[in-house]
């Protein structure tokens, strides 16, 4: 299993390798692909807290309860980290390797670079609205779920990371 140690270079290998290996066994053949799927697994995660969250936040406006605020700055920080996953897959699809380098490439790659950044940092804000080892069940949920897009985050971003070193030493050698 040759991708087996790109997911060793990821910070949640073992994450890695339950989300991804399914993928990277069926189809997968290089490095963009990989950040591909690695960033809609991610992305996937993150929709899915979002909608738990979005009702949940409801739930709790509608009982006035004291957990709300905290609830509802978390879930837009989760619905940040939701667009900027999508916009970064949206930018990773405009990376056509067979296209030639330029420097609009550069710029693709700088995009998502800091899209996945910034949703990384999103979910971690949100996590950190949570601290604390005595919490509520609701508490240790909401944490839960928003660590694992954290997770899932961090591990697409060495990916892509990854995949980005790559297309950037391809460049280099290309130039005169």
Known sequence: MAKLS???TTRYPALCI????????????????????????????ASYTRSYMLKLAKELKA????????VRDCLQQIDDSVNQLSQSIRELRRLDPKSGMSDDIFLHIE?????????????SSCADEFPGHRTSKMKATIKGKVLNVAQLTSNALAL????????????NTKKP
Do not use: G, M
């Not at 892509?160 to 460049?171: C, D, E, G, P």
């Open 160 to 171: 892509f990371h990854r995949y980005a070193a790559r297309y950037r030493a391809a460049a």
């Open 6 to 8: 790109l997911y060793l």
């Open 111 to 123: 995009n998502v670079r800091t899209w996945v950044s910034t949703a990384l940092t999103d979910a």
């Open 63 to 70: 009982i006035k309860a004291k957990e709300y605020p905290a």
């Open 18 to 45: 339950k989300c991804l290996s399914r993928y990277v066994n069926s189809s997968i053949l290089d490095d963009q692909q990989l950040a591909h799927v690695a960033l809609t697994v991610s992305l996937h995660r």
